[in-house]
C-alpha cells in the first residue's frame, strides 16, 4: 500500500532556482493538501485542492503555485526559491470532509535553500 | 483566525512515567484530531474526537474533547522510548474542505 508518496525526499537549490514537488496519491482521494513545517510552528497550509483541476490558497500561498491536473496527482511549484523556504513540505490527502474525515499524509520532502 | 495553542512546547520524561499534554483554541472546534509524528516521518493520526465530552482510549494513549469545545487533552500512560516523536493537535480549518490547523506541536524524549 503506497498511499501517499512524495518526490524528491531531498533537495538541495540555489536562491532563485526553480523546482516542483511531486505528490501522489492511489486512494482515489478528492482532496489533496501541500503543508510546510517549520520548527516550534507545527504545519501550515500552502494550497489545497478539493477536486481535479481546481486549486485555493492556505495560510502560506506566497512564493508557491499548484497544479491539480490529475485527480491523484499534486504538483508544488517554487517558480524562484528562497532561503526562507528551507523547509519540509509534507502532501496530505482525504475524502471530502465528513464526520469520519482522515488526512493521510506523506513522509515528506526536506528542502534547503543556500 | 483560527489558533490551535499546544502546551508543553517539549518534554523530557523518564520511561514508565505518564504524559499530559493539551491544546487550546480561542474558538470552538467541532472535531479534535491528535497525531504523532516520528522523527523523519509524516503526521500519522492517533485518535480522533467527534463530540463534546468525548473520552477516548487508543492502547497507551487517552484524549479528551473538552466540554466547552475549545480545548483537548491527550495523556500517555507508562511511556516507553518509541513514544518519543512531536505530537501535534489539530481541527477542522473554516469551510467545508477538510483542511486542518495545527497546533505548534508538543516535542516528547522518553529517558529509557
Known amino acids: 500500500n503506497a498511499g501517499v508518496t512524495q518526490t524528491p525526499k531531498f533537495r538541495v537549490l540555489k536562491t532563485g532556482q526553480s523546482m516542483t514537488l511531486l505528490c501522489a496519491q492511489d486512494m482515489n482521494h478528492e482532496y489533496m493538501y501541500w503543508y510546510r513545517q517549520d520548527p516550534g510552528m507545527g504545519l501550515r497550509l500552502i494550497h489545497y485542492?478539493?477536486?481535479?483541476?481546481?486549486?485555493a490558497k492556505g495560510e502560506v500561498p506566497d512564493g508557491y503555485n499548484v497544479s491539480r491536473l490529475k485527480k491523484q496527482n499534486f504538483l508544488l511549484g517554487l517558480e524562484s526559491a528562497a532561503p526562507s523556504q528551507t523547509s519540509v513540505y509534507f502532501c496530505?490527502?482525504?475524502?471530502?470532509?465528513?464526520?469520519?474525515?482522515?488526512?493521510?499524509f506523506g513522509e515528506g520532502s526536506w528542502l534547503t535553500v543556500v | 483566525g483560527q489558533q490551535l495553542n499546544q502546551s508543553p512546547q517539549s518534554m523530557f520524561i523518564q520511561e514508565g512515567e505518564d504524559v499530559s499534554m493539551n491544546c487550546t483554541s480561542s474558538s470552538i472546534f467541532n472535531t479534535w484530531l491528535w497525531y504523532k509524528q516520528d522523527p523523519g516521518e509524516g503526521p500519522v493520526l492517533l485518535i480522533a474526537l467527534y463530540k463534546a465530552g468525548e473520552l477516548t482510549s487508543n492502547g497507551r494513549l487517552t484524549a479528551q474533547f473538552g466540554i466547552t469545545r475549545k480545548d483537548s487533552f491527550l495523556n500517555i500512560s507508562a511511556s516507553i522510548p518509541s513514544d518519543v516523536g512531536i505530537y501535534f493537535c489539530?481541527?477542522?480549518?473554516?469551510?467545508?474542505?477538510?483542511?486542518?490547523?495545527f497546533g505548534q506541536g508538543t516535542t516528547l524524549q522518553v529517558k529509557p
Open positions: 496530505a490527502s482525504s475524502r471530502p470532509y465528513a464526520s469520519g474525515n482522515t488526512i493521510y
Open positions: 485542492s478539493v477536486g481535479e483541476g481546481t486549486t
Open positions: 489539530a481541527g477542522p480549518g473554516s469551510g467545508n474542505t477538510g483542511k486542518l490547523i
